[in-house]
């Protein structure tokens, strides 16, 4: 199984090829695999599994685009196979990936099953998120040659909030999934 790891030191990170390929597996395991969430408690609107890879893997000095674009590609194929695998009993749920951008070891796959809670990540304004603002002139999918499965959409959203020290923090958060307003 695919797990989560932080980089605890500056050594290289060895055996890359073998880590993306555990990501795509873990990202085909979503075939036919609609997540469980009716039986835990996801009343706050919300469920999400983070990207299973090392941290070095997508920041930092080790990484590149090619690899940060087969991250992004295979959040985009999970979330894919989980809105196929849907069906009928989660038609309320919506569907997404989140990339973020610097910090992509936040991204994740998400299904939320509020829609205001979905509003309060992608709409303009200030907010619990911070001040939001749209990336309408961009488009990630373009600048990383992303494939765009049927139905889904990107929606790319710019946050600007103060992190511990005070200090304005910019991130990009990149909706890609069932994003377009209703």
């Given at each position: 199984m695919t797990m989560r790891r932080l980089a605890l030191s500056n050594k290289k990170l060895r055996g890359i090829p073998r880590r993306l390929r555990s990501l795509k597996k873990w990202s085909e395991s979503y075939e036919s695999h609609f997540p469980d969430i009716q039986g835990s408690d996801y009343s706050y609107g919300y469920w999400n599994v983070k990207i299973p890879v090392h941290l070095a893997l997508?920041?930092?000095k080790q990484t590149n685009s090619n690899i940060q674009s087969f991250c992004a590609q295979a959040l985009i194929d999970a979330a894919y196979n989980i809105y196929r695998a849907r069906g009928d009993n989660g038609s309320n749920i919506r569907v997404t990936c989140c990339i973020v951008l610097p910090d992509m070891f936040s991204s994740e796959l998400c299904l939320f099953t509020s829609e205001e809670y979905f509003n309060e990540h992608t709409q303009v304004g200030n907010g619990f998120f911070g001040q939001l603002s749209l990336l309408s002139d961009r488009s990630l999918?373009?600048?990383?040659?992303?494939?765009?499965?049927?139905?889904?959409?990107?929606?790319?959203?710019?946050?600007?909030?103060?992190?511990?020290?005070g200090e304005l923090y910019h991130s990009e958060h990149w909706y890609i999934g069932e994003v377009n307003k209703s």
């Open positions: 997508v920041q930092g999918i373009k600048e990383w040659n992303l494939k765009l499965p049927n139905g889904f959409s990107e929606l790319g959203v710019l946050r600007v909030n103060e992190n511990d020290e």
